[in-house]
């Protein structure tokens, strides 16, 4: 028998690791602290429990990046999403599931397995010896969340996270909004031209205010607590301590120039900053926000240059255990110094049950080729699973890295996509095309895992 897989955490992303690592032939423990240790969110000692909402989200697999994960996830055996078809209830064109069922089939389908065993107890400590995949989750114990911190350093583990909106470049009014860098700071003509910058008249700023002061907010849940107010606070919190905090915080007007008219001194500006690489992807800067999310969209859009923004990710605070992947984590999902630990799951920067399942499948394949010794190809960045795991172990900007949901920003752009480009008919083009690219990928990349389980997805 080969070396044991030790899998700590059994949520969406270590079930789906193990079960990924055990078909290829390995031996596996999922190491569960449920029910022994209980998080605020979790209310069973199941595996693969969903937390909070019953959704995986679009399925389709055509026009939507979630919907190509499902599809990815079952042309590779999934054990997640073939279970939430398995129970899947009606929701339009969304996968809702029955979550008792769920994590029901789920436990007995791990329980079952010939090569998983599955330990309760809570594990506290970095291992030095073995190969071990950390998926932990957003509620990662105190416990091992100190551990991991002295392990890869303090700053590089998050508690909370502040997520700013994220939009398509290609949805920005360039005829408003312009390039440059506060004070045409920086050495190069790039950096000068860092930021995107979208301008405010004091009545537009005025609107602003109130809209940001009447939106609806989201509560943080039960057991929660609040502990994000030290230098990040949401948007709307900043707009109720006084009507001009933001025009002296994150929307001061100094030190920029509107080419577009460079004779008015706008009264505030909002600025975006490139998210990705790929510079398909800009964030807010400083809009970290806990406004519902129609909410969000309606009020983002008062902004001059943002009437049409399509957003790949809207803002959020939320309790969330996060490591700054792009630094610490080499594109095996290892980490960089310990690399007998690779991590998965939500701990690794991606938001919601899909993408930490992904991760969890990307993971278990990963330990199984590298235990087994059967070299593996780098996941295809054109597939689903390649443009997520790319994005938070390099793609992105390690210092202002924010957990990330999967979306058509994360994917290269297409080679002829200046043909299609603009407009709805335009966009189902091009993400049609994005998504016949990424399952040839996918499909290439699974059949060269020798021995990989790899069904076919309809
Ligand atoms: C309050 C809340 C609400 C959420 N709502 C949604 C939602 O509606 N939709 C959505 O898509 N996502 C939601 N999420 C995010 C969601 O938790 C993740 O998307 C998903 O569950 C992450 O999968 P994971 O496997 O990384 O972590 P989890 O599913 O949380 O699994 C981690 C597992 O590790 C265990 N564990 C933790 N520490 C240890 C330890 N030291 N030793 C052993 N076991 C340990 C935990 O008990 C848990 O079973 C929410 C998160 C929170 C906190």
Redesign the pocket.
Same mark, same amino acid.
């Given at each position: 028998m080969t070396e044991t897989l030790h899998i700590?955490?059994?949520?969406?992303? /270590?079930s789906e690791a193990a079960w990924q690592a055990a078909n290829l032939g390995l031996r596996v423990v999922i190491?569960?602290?449920?029910p022994k240790v209980e998080?605020f969110?979790?209310k069973t000692g199941k595996l693969g429990?969903m937390?909070?909402?019953n959704s995986f989200r679009s399925d389709d697999h055509e026009q939507n990046a979630v919907g190509l994960l499902h599809w990815e996830m079952k042309a590779a055996g999934g054990l997640v999403i073939s279970t939430a078809y398995d129970h899947r209830l009606p929701a339009g064109g969304a996968l809702a599931v029955d979550r008792e069922a769920f994590s029901e089939q789920i436990t007995a389908a791990l329980n079952a397995h010939p090569n998983i065993e599955v330990s309760y107890e809570?594990?506290?400590e970095l291992p030095d010896q073995g190969q071990w995949i950390i998926?932990? /989750?957003?509620?990662?114990?105190e416990?091992?969340g100190g551990a991991i911190a002295r392990a890869t350093g303090k700053e590089s583990l998050a508690f909370f996270d502040a997520i700013a909106p994220i939009l398509y470049a290609d949805s920005i009014d360039m005829s408003k909004a312009w390039m440059q860098s506060r004070y045409d700071k920086g050495e190069t003509e790039e950096e000068q031209r860092a930021y995107l910058n979208c301008p405010m008249d004091k009545t537009t700023y005025e609107a602003f205010i109130d809209a940001l002061i009447a939106a609806d907010k989201t509560e943080f849940?039960e057991g929660e607590t609040a502990g994000y107010f030290d230098g990040c606070l949401p948007i709307e919190v900043m707009a109720e301590r006084g009507r001009e905090t933001l025009r002296h915080g994150p929307m001061k007007p100094v030190g920029l120039t509107n080419p577009h008219q460079p004779d008015v001194k706008p009264w505030a500006v909002v600025q975006l900053r490139r998210d990705n690489a790929l510079g398909t992807l800009y964030n807010i800067v400083g809009f970290q926000t806990k406004m519902k999310y129609g909410a969000q969209k309606e009020v983002l859009r008062m902004i001059p240059g943002l009437e049409e923004a399509r957003f790949a990710r809207l803002g959020g605070i939320?309790?969330n255990t996060f490591l700054n992947s792009p630094t610490l984590l080499d594109v095996q999902m290892r980490l960089k110094s310990q690399p007998n630990i690779r991590f998965a799951?939500?701990?690794t920067g991606v938001?919601?049950?899909v993408e930490?399942a992904a991760m969890?499948l990307l993971a278990g394949r990963m330990a199984a080729a590298e235990i087994l010794g059967q070299p593996l190809a780098t996941v295809p960045q054109d597939s689903a699973h390649g443009a997520l795991v790319h994005h938070i172990t390099g793609g992105a900007e390690a210092k202002t890295f924010q957990p990330m949901n999967v979306n058509f920003g994360l994917f290269r752009p297409l080679d002829d996509s200046a043909g299609i480009k603009g407009g709805r008919r335009g966009r189902r083009e091009r993400y049609k095309a994005y998504t016949d690219r990424a399952k040839y990928a996918w499909q290439g990349w699974l059949s060269d895992q020798a021995g990989a389980p790899a069904a076919a997805a309809e």
């Open positions: 700590v955490g059994g949520g969406m992303a /270590g190491h569960e602290m449920r998080t969110a979790h429990e937390v909070c909402s809570e594990v506290t998926a932990t /989750g957003p509620l990662t114990s416990g091992l849940h939320h309790r799951g939500q701990i938001e919601g049950y930490s969890g």
